[in-house]
């Protein structure tokens, strides 16, 4: 079968098994690195991507569905100002993992960002809760996220100055 689908902004086709999990194809086929495996389940996280607007385990994900679809992966996130405001929050956090977790975890982070503006921490907490990782703790990721929301909501205009916040 011969797949045709828009993988990071670019026009792409692959012929392969119709029933090969896109994660396959991203890491051979592609070379993208990004999007790392794990359980080959959809249990741990590890191989999120983008379809379309939709966050997906790519390791779920068979070929014949990429039809006439928009792919992202981290790195093709990584070319956004909206990947920005996340990695600062997490430098500032100091968000450190073997990088296992984080592209999938950033990419969790922009489809809850995407939905919620504001989100509390619960929710910040159950959003992610899929995304297993075993070195940064979970309380710090919930801090980042939230401080990558400010720092969103502020650069969009979306956060009103306060009178001590106004210049002169």
Known sequence: MKARFILNGERVAVSCHPLRPLIEV?????????TKGGCG??????CLVFLDELLVNSCLLPVYRLEGKRVTTIEGFVKTREYLDIEKAFL??????????TPSLILAV?????????????????????????YSGSL???KAVSLA????????????????????
């Open 41 to 46: 389940a959809g249990e741990c996280g590890n």
């Open 92 to 101: 500032a956090r100091d968000i450190l993992s073997c990088g296992l977790c």
């Open 110 to 134: 922009e489809a809850l960002l995407a939905r919620r503006s504001s989100p509390t921490e619960k929710e910040i907490a159950a959003f992610l809760e899929g995304n297993l990782c075993s």
């Open 140 to 142: 710090q990721i919930i």
């Open 149 to 168: 929301a400010e720092t969103r909501k502020r650069r969009r205009g979306d956060v009103k100055r306060h009178r001590t916040d106004a210049r002169p």
């Open 26 to 34: 991203l890491r051979s086929d592609f070379r993208l690195k990004g």
